[in-house]
């Protein structure tokens, strides 16, 4: 009998719904070629939603959500509600309550995509990095007093314990010996400034990988200095590891030397629970209902769920189809100037995937 993954599917704002279509689409080729199926559950979080009712989650969500196998993650944000409430409210919350302790951000440049980095290629774009996501400055632990006086005082604290710190590690040390490609892992952090905590980071990283990893490489290079070897020597890398505030800058950074937000992709992972994922880019209001928005990202997205979910032949052939249409077809990556609409790239894609 073949496998058949529940999927809630939380298409969001924007251009959400149009990206998760096509990452659908090729999901389902995935499932007819590799013998699964997905079984799709439709949830309508977001700014309409919030809009319309004032909820931002209902209260029984997070407790819904934990029923599947995975979440497909269109993008979240709205033009007519403030930022930070539908970021915080749902992303954020979703990722927390869910315990999504590891935001899997791969940075690898595909055949064919202009990268800014001077003589610079595939063979120089691809790592991997783990940023930690349940704690740091995003746990909101501060505040504020004097609001609004010449005497106010704000403050928002980088907490991390060491369970959130020696899982995220474990975690990265398993992933780089899974990916087997340079097996180095490094610790990306600010030890000469944050001597909290990161030198909690930094001995946790040392004791655990001396004493569970003697085959994996270790490194460490401080935030500033990971942001310019991640310009200048990329292909240094192969996996990093890092805090939630610095892995939120620095994917960034990657996600623009591959490409961008067409392409990027992550996973908000509980690797023993409830997973989430989702392209990178925004909710791109103005391309909305267009049919111009790159939908590869989320494509990509739908890839590593599948490997996430166990079925790695299937997750390897969606990125090899996503690779032959960017190295083949498309003219380029942003909205409008591929050379094919947003569901013509869905379907090249997933022909690609059905022909094998
Ligand atoms: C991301 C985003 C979020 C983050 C925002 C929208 C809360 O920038 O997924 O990287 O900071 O984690
Ligand atoms: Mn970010």
Redesign the pocket.
């Known amino acids: 009998m073949s496998t058949t993954y529940k999927i809630a599917v939380l298409p969001g704002d924007g251009t959400g719904p149009e990206v998760v279509r096509e990452g659908l689409k090729c999901l389902n080729a995935a499932g007819r070629r590799f013998g699964f199926s997905i079984d799709p559950t439709e949830f309508d979080f977001g700014g309409d939603r919030y809009l319309r009712t004032g909820e931002i989650l209902p209260a029984s969500a997070v407790q819904d959500l934990r029923a599947f196998d995975s979440i497909f993650l269109g993008a ?1 944000g709205h033009p007519d509600v403030k930022p930070g409430i539908l ?2 409210g749902i ?2 919350q979703l990722r927390f309550e869910l315990d999504q302790y590891i ?1 899997l951000r791969p940075v690898k440049l595909y055949p064919g995509v202009e990268t800014p980095l001077k003589d610079k290629g595939p063979e120089h774009i691809d790592y991997v990095v783990v940023r930690e996501n349940s704690g740091g400055v ?1 746990t909101g632990v501060g505040g504020v007093s004097m609001k609004g006086t010449p005497h106010e005082v704000a403050e928002q604290s980088m907490v991390y314990s060491y369970h959130q710190v020696a899982r995220c590690l474990k975690y990265a040390f398993e992933y780089t010996k899974r990916r087997n490609k340079k097996n180095t892992l490094a610790l990306c952090g600010k030890t000469n400034v944050l001597t909290y905590v990161y030198d909690l980071w930094e001995r946790v990283f040392h004791a655990m990988g001396a004493a569970d990893y003697p085959d994996i490489a270790r490194e460490y290079y401080h935030v500033d200095a990971t942001c310019m070897w991640m310009v200048k020597n990329p292909e240094w890398f192969d996996v990093i590891v890092t805090g939630n505030m610095f892995g ?1 800058i620095i ?2 950074l990657g996600a623009i030397t591959q490409g961008g937000m067409g392409i990027a992709a ?1 996973g908000n992972i509980n690797p023993e629970g409830v997973s989430m994922f989702e392209p ?1 880019g925004g909710s791109a209001p103005k391309y909305t209902g267009k049919n111009v928005i790159n939908p590869l990202a989320s494509i990509a997205a739908g890839a590593m769920m599948l490997d996430t979910l166990g079925e790695t032949d299937a997750a390897d052939a969606v990125e090899n189809a996503v690779m032959t249409v960017t190295g083949t077809k498309l003219k380029g990556l942003g909205a409008g100037r591929m050379g094919y609409s947003t569901t013509e790239v869905g379907d090249l894609v997933a022909d690609i995937i059905a022909a094998g």
Do not use: A, S
């Open positions: 979240i970021e915080k992303l954020l935001n995003y939120d994917t960034d992550g990178i």
